[in-house]
């Protein structure tokens, strides 16, 4: 089997009877509604797949990641893992409080350790800035007269990325 990423396993998955009273409990929760990639990320923290996080990224962690693309603890981590709520939802939630993620259906409870806004702009402006160079260098999909394939594109994106970053 191969080592989790920073070499411990972190899983979240409720089974039995606490699955049941988690369930149980979203009912009286508030309900946050979660975009596709949002319940994949949940997922993804539940099953290990993003160990080591141990759920969605604090403040610290976000700044971090976006600015070094390093967790705090130097560990490499390319891409936020966040989950966002509407503004007047987000000014009634506070640290402790427990909230129901929702997609189509119940996908965990979550409880809140920090609000804080995401700095989408430079999200957005490091990411198209690394696709610009990557088209610059001329490893494009077909649909944009390339021949790269979208693993070839996506893994010179993030090699750009990291080169910005350090």
């Given at each position: 089997?191969?080592?989790p990423h920073g070499g411990r396993l972190i899983q979240r998955v409720a089974e039995g009877?606490?699955?049941?009273?988690?369930?149980?409990?979203?009912?009286?929760?508030?309900?946050?509604?979660?975009?596709?990639?949002?319940?994949?990320?949940?997922?993804?923290?539940?099953?290990?797949?993003?160990?080591?996080?141990?759920?969605?990224?604090?403040?610290?962690?976000?700044?971090?990641?976006?600015?070094?693309?390093?967790?705090?603890?130097g560990l490499p981590w390319t891409l936020p893992v966040t989950v966002a709520v509407p503004?007047?939802?987000?000014?009634?939630?506070?640290?402790?409080?427990?909230?129901?993620?929702?997609?189509?259906?119940?996908?965990?409870?979550?409880?809140?350790?920090?609000?804080?806004?995401?700095?989408?702009?430079?999200?957005?402006?490091?990411?198209?800035?690394?696709?610009?160079?990557?088209?610059r260098e001329g490893i494009v999909p077909p649909d944009l007269g390339g021949r790269a394939?979208?693993?070839?594109?996506?893994?010179?994106?993030?090699?750009?990325?990291?080169?910005?970053?350090?």
């Amino acid at each position: 089997m191969v080592a989790p990423h920073g070499g411990r396993l972190i899983q979240r998955v409720a089974e039995g009877q606490q699955a049941a009273r988690l369930k149980a409990e979203a009912e009286s929760l508030p309900a946050v509604t979660v975009s596709a990639k949002e319940a994949a990320d949940a997922v993804l923290v539940a099953v290990g797949a993003y160990s080591p996080l141990e759920g969605f990224m604090d403040r610290e962690t976000y700044r971090s990641v976006l600015h070094t693309m390093h967790l705090p603890d130097g560990l490499p981590w390319t891409l936020p893992v966040t989950v966002a709520v509407p503004a007047d939802q987000a000014r009634t939630l506070g640290r402790g409080a427990r909230v129901a993620l929702r997609r189509a259906d119940f996908l965990a409870v979550l409880e809140v350790t920090e609000v804080y806004c995401r700095d989408l702009e430079e999200e957005a402006r490091a990411v198209e800035a690394s696709v610009r160079q990557v088209v610059r260098e001329g490893i494009v999909p077909p649909d944009l007269g390339g021949r790269a394939g979208t693993q070839e594109v996506g893994e010179a994106v993030v090699a750009c990325l990291l080169r910005r970053r350090s």
